[in-house]
């Protein structure tokens, strides 16, 4: 009997371990995912917020210069361009 209670004894320990580790497992999994949806989210917002900046400087008719990587392109509204036209003629 006391075999028994023994062995009863080890395999609840294991057992305790084990959903403990697929617990924290669970856990870390959540997490993560949840970072990863805060960082998308990050993002899409400065990518809105840029592109919400770049179009309100280029409807004053300004130029907005973008850069990427060793590209750099002078960007203007093209509505600018067709008062610029219509005037000078």
Known sequence: MKKTGV???????????????????????????????????????????AIGQIIQTAATCQQVPLTFENTTVNMIAVECLQQQQAGGQ
């Open 7 to 49: 062995i009863i004894l080890v395999l609840s320990i294991a057992l305790l371990v084990a959903i403990g580790y697929i617990g924290l497992s669970v856990y870390q999994n959540v997490k993560a995912q949840k970072e990863q949806n805060l960082y998308i989210q990050g993002a899409q917002e400065g990518f809105k917020t």
